[in-house]
């Protein structure tokens, strides 16, 4: 087995907003390792970008704090760094990628000056080896004629090319942890096959360790290595991929797979989960898929199913699984 | 669709632990108070014959700068005191919530009206049409107000309609210019593709799909300007080319009062404060409704 | 680029010729200035010979192609009531005027931006709910009674600041801070709602996870893109000054522009008030000009669309 490179142990997020707290993450665990793409899956609203701004100490303020927990970075708890210390890590060791391409560029300046910025901050080159270094980020995203479009506004730049610039930037000082948080949802689907292409080839170079957020089974199956399907602010099961597909254990978790349209299949009928998730303001005491869940038993809605590993690299927490 | 999103709206406004049921109480008063004073400002002006304890155009030249009734010297019969002629300051106050209600209401209405025609027609049809048009705006946005409304105030006479037409004349431009803009964006939104494939015409398509789109800013900056009339109307009456006297409007008896600030400071205080609270609740009605209706438009 | 200035100037001028055009026939409206001139005992000659005079026994056709001919050469004519050319009276009276609005446009723009950025940054915090509290309050209150309160107040009560007068640097304080108490709130207001959208944007977000430092993220990344919306207005206070100070001189007795435009108004002064109108709308022509120059400078995507 290669380094961990990221440990999130018992993450818990909070919103204090008026209405009260709103626990987005709910004590969630997982682990990534060196080269490794680990997936986590849900709906909107499950706590999976806000588990990944957590990472980044990124969370919306005044009201987004993290609560308790660790998380561990190259054996470093992030949550103890002072802001200063936190900042270097930033866009050196741990970087993000966000979900819309068309706002996340400054519009007025450069594509290769917001390049550059991130390469001078963090790598201290004498100024005539900046340019060749946002040329070679360029290249590492398979950028066509990186030379003419350092000099290019965002708005010059078609979507799939802008999601590009922000994946050089992202990784132009070669970060251990790469956060992917639905970089694919906003571009088209065969730009997006590209795309996913992309993190395959730069992984394969760099050995990067990239968690990908995403709400689609789809794109999980074919970019990554491990899944964590989180619902309602906890993570529900984890497994490697393949294992998930073929033997899903948790409720919400098959049908979610179910949901997810194949040409493979002649059942036509698309499954689609009837209800919606809690509050997450006014938990259930119980399992919080219970109300939704068609196999529930009297105990899931009394009290929360344990964590159960059922293989080395699978565990659940359900009733139903013992 | 489900939680998130729903989060990341409440959270973006909220202090960090504010828990509090006192926020969510200040933040329904901000919009109670100024309804209630718009309210009050609505049944003054149509009660005020009833709710006026005195003429406010008789004069009473024994009884000429009198205290309000809470300080030395005042009676219960003048409660805010009188003015420099010897008129109850209440009841011209009264009356003057009259004239200024009126007269925005009247403004508004034309300059909203004249207004959204002209930028829909713009935005829509395009072309030389909209050319022209924004010319127009540009005049209108580029001609001295003031100077305007001094040059009809002595071409027409002071009077209300005057101040009706000086207001209107140019107000009218800037909802041109904003609708023009929604209109622009509408123009090219599905439903109106939708309704042009099925062959609707262009008078059907501004009237039946652009008009209800643009209700929302419209409405909104309808909102605002109450308060902006009003303290146009009260600056033209300050300057002698508003409401002519013995009309009492809010502008002109701040301007009444200022000569006799250091005798009589409530002859231009009690006016100056209603005109400020009126315009204070309009204000906030408007930006309550534009958070309720179409935050995009914060920066209005 | 060239194109889209030179569209916008040939622009500006249909709209000054159509201000033109508005501001002859209103003044005609207002009118007749001899009735203002003449004595009871004037005789129907002399007043005929007063109008040859001043030109205004001609048909409007004429006195209108005069009008454009002469203002288009730079000749504004002479003032009905005090025989003086226009130029001359508004030369004393423009630079009052510019006295009392440049610096209060200075001042005001100093601390919109500076107060409504500190509000956005600092969101919430004290200097925030004072922004706001100001802004609403500045916006509610007419201007020319919170000045007239103020001169209750400080010159007639403490006397710390003369009420009128422009000798010393103390005769300022009051006009100059009436005037800005009209531009401050808006704009603040305007500034700090535009600093919070760019704020809230996704760039500024990415700009966090690149790892650079607060500073570098609201002075390199979000102030620029927040100016964008306020400059259009920052542009047309500007050259509202002229227009904006007639009220602000009225009270302070201040002998610039606007007592000059109100006064001539009343007297039809005809020459005077066209010259008047004139000069404000070429002011706001112009800084709209300016404003979208500058547009295009700081918003790239306008300079090459242009283009």
Same mark, same amino acid.
């Given at each position: 087995m290669s380094n961990v490179v990221l440990q999130v142990e018992d993450l818990h997020t909070s919103f204090f907003t008026r209405m009260g707290e709103v626990k987005?993450?709910? @004590?969630v665990s997982f682990l990534i390792r060196e080269g490794e793409t680990f997936g986590i899956v849900g709906?909107?609203?499950?706590g999976k970008s806000v588990t990944g701004l957590s990472i980044m100490r990124?969370?919306?303020?005044? @009201? @987004?704090?993290?609560?308790g927990g660790k998380i561990i970075l190259e054996g470093k708890n992030?949550?103890?760094?002072?802001k200063k210390a936190m900042r270097a890590y930033r866009g050196k060791i741990v970087s993000m990628i966000l979900q819309d391409p068309m706002s996340?560029?400054?519009?007025?300046?450069?594509v290769g000056d917001q390049i550059a910025e991130s390469v001078r901050l963090h790598q201290g080159l004498p100024e005539n080896m900046v340019e060749p270094e946002v040329i070679s980020a360029l290249r590492l995203l398979r950028i066509p004629a990186p030379e003419v479009r350092?000099?290019?506004?965002?708005?010059?730049?078609?979507g799939g090319m802008r999601q590009r610039v922000v994946g050089s930037i992202a990784m132009s000082c070669k970060p251990r942890l790469l956060i992917a948080d639905?970089?694919?949802?906003?571009?088209?689907s065969t730009i997006q096959a590209q795309y996913i292409a992309l993190f395959e080839d730069i992984q394969a170079k760099t050995n990067v360790a990239i968690m990908f957020i995403t709400h689609d089974f789809g794109v999980i199956s074919r970019i990554c290595d491990r899944v964590g399907v989180m619902y309602a602010g906890k993570i529900v099961e984890t497994a490697p991929t393949r294992e998930i597909f073929k033997a899903p254990k948790h409720p919400y978790t098959v049908a979610l797979i179910h949901s997810v349209p194949r040409l493979?299949?002649?059942?036509e009928r698309l499954f689609s989960i009837e209800g919606q998730p809690p509050s997450l303001m006014n938990l259930p005491p119980?399992?919080?898929f219970c109300p939704r869940c068609?196999?529930?038993?009297?105990v899931c809605k009394e009290q929360q199913p344990p964590e159960v590993k059922i293989s080395d690299n699978h565990s659940v927490s359900c009733w139903r699984v013992k | 669709m489900t939680v998130a999103p729903n989060i990341e709206a409440k959270t973006t406004n909220k202090r960090k632990g =504010?828990?509090?049921?006192w926020s969510r109480i200040m933040k329904n008063l901000t919009f109670i108070i100024p309804l209630s004073i718009f309210i009050i400002l609505i049944l003054t002006s149509i009660f005020a014959p009833f709710i006026?304890?005195?003429?406010?155009e008789a004069t009473s030249l024994t009884e000429r700068r009198l205290p309000p009734a809470? /300080?030395?010297? =005042?009676s219960t019969k003048y409660l805010l005191g009188t003015d420099s002629l010897g008129r109850d300051v209440l009841s011209r106050v009264i009356y003057g919530a009259r004239v200024s209600l009126s007269v925005s209401l009247m403004v508004i209405a034309i300059t909203a009206g004249i207004g959204t025609l002209m930028g829909i027609a713009s935005g829509y049809l395009g072309g030389r049409i909209d050319g022209f048009l924004m010319r127009v705006v540009d005049i209108a946005m580029s001609f001295p107000g003031l100077v305007l409304a001094m040059l009809l105030a002595v071409a027409l006479g002071p009077g209300f309609f005057t101040v009706v037409i000086a207001l209107s004349a140019l107000g009218w431009a800037g909802y041109a210019r904003l609708i023009r803009g929604e209109t622009l964006r509408i123009r090219n939104s599905d439903f109106v593709a939708q309704a042009r494939i099925s062959g609707a015409s262009s008078w059907r398509i501004m009237l039946r799909h652009i008009f209800p789109n643009v209700l929302n800013p419209l409405i909104i900056i309808m909102t605002l300007a109450v308060g902006m009339m009003i303290l146009a109307e009260s600056g033209m009456s300050y300057l002698g /080319? =508003? /409401?002519?006297?013995?009309?009492?409007s809010w502008g002109s008896m701040v301007s009444d009062g200022r000569n006799d600030?250091?005798?009589?400071?409530?002859i231009s205080t009690f006016p100056g404060i209603c005109i400020g609270l009126v315009v204070l609740s309009g204000n906030f009605l408007g930006d309550w409704l534009r958070d309720k209706m179409d935050p995009r438009l914060r920066q209005l | 680029m060239t194109r889209f200035i030179i569209i916008r100037i040939l622009q500006s001028i249909i709209a000054l010729i159509g201000i033109m055009v508005m501001v002859f026939f209103l003044v005609r409206l207002s009118g007749d200035p001899t009735e203002l001139i003449?004595?009871?005992?004037?005789t129907k000659e002399q007043i005929e010979a007063v109008k040859i005079q001043l030109g205004l026994d001609k048909s409007y056709a004429e006195q209108f192609l005069i009008f454009i001919k002469d203002y288009s050469r730079g000749e504004f004519g002479k003032s009905f009531?005090?025989?003086?050319?226009v130029i001359e009276m508004i030369g004393e009276a423009l630079p009052n005027t510019l006295k009392l609005g440049i610096p209060s446009f200075i001042i005001g723009m100093v601390l919109a931006f500076t107060l409504g950025i500190l509000g956005a940054v600092r969101r919430d915090s004290i200097i925030d709910n004072t922004v706001k509290f100001l802004a609403i309050l500045g916006q509610a209150l007419p201007g020319f009674w919170v000045a007239i309160i103020a001169v209750l107040v400080l010159?007639?009560?403490?006397?710390?600041?003369?009420?009128?007068?422009?000798?010393?640097?103390?005769?300022y304080v009051l006009p100059v801070g009436t005037m800005v108490f009209f531009m401050l709130p808006g704009m603040m207001r305007l500034v700090r709602s535009s600093m919070l959208d760019v704020l809230d944007s996704e760039y500024v977000k990415l700009a966090r996870i690149k790892g650079l430092p607060e500073r570098v993220v609201i002075w390199k990344h979000a102030l620029r893109n927040a100016l964008i919306a306020p400059l259009t207005t920052a542009g047309m206070i500007f050259a509202g000054i002229v227009g904006g100070a007639i009220i602000t001189e009225n009270i302070f007795n201040w002998p610039g522009m606007g007592r000059l435009a109100l006064s001539s108004t009343f007297s039809r002064d005809f020459p005077v008030v066209q010259t008047i109108t004139i000069l404000i709308a070429i002011m706001v022509l112009g800084a709209n000009l300016l404003v979208d120059i500058a547009y295009a400078y700081v918003d790239p995507q306008i300079r090459y669309e242009k283009s």
């Amino acid at each position: 087995m290669s380094n961990v490179v990221l440990q999130v142990e018992d993450l818990h997020t909070s919103f204090f907003t008026r209405m009260g707290e709103v626990k987005a993450v709910d @004590g969630v665990s997982f682990l990534i390792r060196e080269g490794e793409t680990f997936g986590i899956v849900g709906e909107s609203g499950c706590g999976k970008s806000v588990t990944g701004l957590s990472i980044m100490r990124l969370l919306p303020e005044p @009201g @987004g704090q993290i609560v308790g927990g660790k998380i561990i970075l190259e054996g470093k708890n992030l949550l103890e760094l002072s802001k200063k210390a936190m900042r270097a890590y930033r866009g050196k060791i741990v970087s993000m990628i966000l979900q819309d391409p068309m706002s996340s560029l400054n519009p007025v300046y450069q594509v290769g000056d917001q390049i550059a910025e991130s390469v001078r901050l963090h790598q201290g080159l004498p100024e005539n080896m900046v340019e060749p270094e946002v040329i070679s980020a360029l290249r590492l995203l398979r950028i066509p004629a990186p030379e003419v479009r350092i000099k290019e506004y965002p708005f010059q730049l078609s979507g799939g090319m802008r999601q590009r610039v922000v994946g050089s930037i992202a990784m132009s000082c070669k970060p251990r942890l790469l956060i992917a948080d639905e970089p694919t949802t906003a571009l088209d689907s065969t730009i997006q096959a590209q795309y996913i292409a992309l993190f395959e080839d730069i992984q394969a170079k760099t050995n990067v360790a990239i968690m990908f957020i995403t709400h689609d089974f789809g794109v999980i199956s074919r970019i990554c290595d491990r899944v964590g399907v989180m619902y309602a602010g906890k993570i529900v099961e984890t497994a490697p991929t393949r294992e998930i597909f073929k033997a899903p254990k948790h409720p919400y978790t098959v049908a979610l797979i179910h949901s997810v349209p194949r040409l493979d299949q002649k059942d036509e009928r698309l499954f689609s989960i009837e209800g919606q998730p809690p509050s997450l303001m006014n938990l259930p005491p119980g399992c919080r898929f219970c109300p939704r869940c068609t196999v529930a038993l009297d105990v899931c809605k009394e009290q929360q199913p344990p964590e159960v590993k059922i293989s080395d690299n699978h565990s659940v927490s359900c009733w139903r699984v013992k | 669709m489900t939680v998130a999103p729903n989060i990341e709206a409440k959270t973006t406004n909220k202090r960090k632990g =504010g828990v509090s049921r006192w926020s969510r109480i200040m933040k329904n008063l901000t919009f109670i108070i100024p309804l209630s004073i718009f309210i009050i400002l609505i049944l003054t002006s149509i009660f005020a014959p009833f709710i006026a304890p005195h003429d406010p155009e008789a004069t009473s030249l024994t009884e000429r700068r009198l205290p309000p009734a809470f /300080i030395e010297g =005042g009676s219960t019969k003048y409660l805010l005191g009188t003015d420099s002629l010897g008129r109850d300051v209440l009841s011209r106050v009264i009356y003057g919530a009259r004239v200024s209600l009126s007269v925005s209401l009247m403004v508004i209405a034309i300059t909203a009206g004249i207004g959204t025609l002209m930028g829909i027609a713009s935005g829509y049809l395009g072309g030389r049409i909209d050319g022209f048009l924004m010319r127009v705006v540009d005049i209108a946005m580029s001609f001295p107000g003031l100077v305007l409304a001094m040059l009809l105030a002595v071409a027409l006479g002071p009077g209300f309609f005057t101040v009706v037409i000086a207001l209107s004349a140019l107000g009218w431009a800037g909802y041109a210019r904003l609708i023009r803009g929604e209109t622009l964006r509408i123009r090219n939104s599905d439903f109106v593709a939708q309704a042009r494939i099925s062959g609707a015409s262009s008078w059907r398509i501004m009237l039946r799909h652009i008009f209800p789109n643009v209700l929302n800013p419209l409405i909104i900056i309808m909102t605002l300007a109450v308060g902006m009339m009003i303290l146009a109307e009260s600056g033209m009456s300050y300057l002698g /080319i =508003g /409401i002519p006297p013995p009309t009492p409007s809010w502008g002109s008896m701040v301007s009444d009062g200022r000569n006799d600030l250091d005798v009589a400071w409530w002859i231009s205080t009690f006016p100056g404060i209603c005109i400020g609270l009126v315009v204070l609740s309009g204000n906030f009605l408007g930006d309550w409704l534009r958070d309720k209706m179409d935050p995009r438009l914060r920066q209005l | 680029m060239t194109r889209f200035i030179i569209i916008r100037i040939l622009q500006s001028i249909i709209a000054l010729i159509g201000i033109m055009v508005m501001v002859f026939f209103l003044v005609r409206l207002s009118g007749d200035p001899t009735e203002l001139i003449k004595s009871p005992n004037s005789t129907k000659e002399q007043i005929e010979a007063v109008k040859i005079q001043l030109g205004l026994d001609k048909s409007y056709a004429e006195q209108f192609l005069i009008f454009i001919k002469d203002y288009s050469r730079g000749e504004f004519g002479k003032s009905f009531m005090q025989m003086r050319p226009v130029i001359e009276m508004i030369g004393e009276a423009l630079p009052n005027t510019l006295k009392l609005g440049i610096p209060s446009f200075i001042i005001g723009m100093v601390l919109a931006f500076t107060l409504g950025i500190l509000g956005a940054v600092r969101r919430d915090s004290i200097i925030d709910n004072t922004v706001k509290f100001l802004a609403i309050l500045g916006q509610a209150l007419p201007g020319f009674w919170v000045a007239i309160i103020a001169v209750l107040v400080l010159s007639v009560h403490w006397q710390i600041f003369p009420a009128a007068g422009m000798d010393t640097p103390l005769h300022y304080v009051l006009p100059v801070g009436t005037m800005v108490f009209f531009m401050l709130p808006g704009m603040m207001r305007l500034v700090r709602s535009s600093m919070l959208d760019v704020l809230d944007s996704e760039y500024v977000k990415l700009a966090r996870i690149k790892g650079l430092p607060e500073r570098v993220v609201i002075w390199k990344h979000a102030l620029r893109n927040a100016l964008i919306a306020p400059l259009t207005t920052a542009g047309m206070i500007f050259a509202g000054i002229v227009g904006g100070a007639i009220i602000t001189e009225n009270i302070f007795n201040w002998p610039g522009m606007g007592r000059l435009a109100l006064s001539s108004t009343f007297s039809r002064d005809f020459p005077v008030v066209q010259t008047i109108t004139i000069l404000i709308a070429i002011m706001v022509l112009g800084a709209n000009l300016l404003v979208d120059i500058a547009y295009a400078y700081v918003d790239p995507q306008i300079r090459y669309e242009k283009s």
